[in-house]
């Protein structure tokens, strides 16, 4: 006589397998949530508000025994992105110009962007009547970097791996010593309207310095035509 499962009893098994997924499924997104604790890049949003009559007030951002390690993360976070964008030349010189404009200009005090349009490759980016014939990426060596030599100081070493219309590829690698502070005094009160420029930026950091230590010039300095 064939056996058959009575219906609470089957209802019953169902919902013994659902819990006992939810725990599994659960349990396994708490470890995740841990092992990303601290948050290596943290995210900062600003809430806008409907009407342009408030005023709000940014603090900078400054390290104490709270938020040191936070403060730390976001600036390595910020610097690895900097020098992405900086040395990154893609094919298609319209997203290279994009990036220029949008993360190296923002991010950058005046008198360091004023230097980086002065460069080689920049000209040759942006100035230049033929599309250029060389495309390059930024590879970080290690895990680790981007590494905090003083209060607001970092090196950072990276590999720049450049390839030619001809397929022929070059690396060579550098040591960038890189400045950074916030342009925010303490208590600076600023209009909704004034926001809109840290879009790109939203806590006010900036490059200062931007120094070779290890590589032999700017890698924009390049000569691309000699590749």
Known sequence: ???????????????????ATSVVVLGAM??????????ERPEVFFLYTPTRSVNVVIDPLVPNADNQNSVYAYQRGFIREYVIARNTLSNNPAITRKNWSRIVQSWSSKDVYSKFTKTRLYNDFTLGEQRPTVSCSVNFN?????????????????TWICENIG??????NYTIQIKIQSDLDEKTSVTLGYLE?????????QVVQYNVIDGRGDP????????
């Open 167 to 172: 397929g022929q590829t070059t690396q060579k």
């Open 1 to 19: 006589m064939q056996k058959v499962v009575e219906p609470p009893v089957l209802l019953s098994r169902i919902l013994t397998f659902v819990l």
């Open 142 to 158: 290690n895990n680790d970097p981007v590494l905090r030599m003083s209060k607001d100081t970092y090196h950072v070493n990276f």
């Open 197 to 205: 420029k840290l879009r790109d930026n939203p806590l006010g950091i």
């Open 30 to 39: 708490v470890f995740t949530l841990m092992k990303m604790i601290p948050l």
């Open 220 to 227: 924009l300095d390049s000569d691309i035509t000699s590749w």
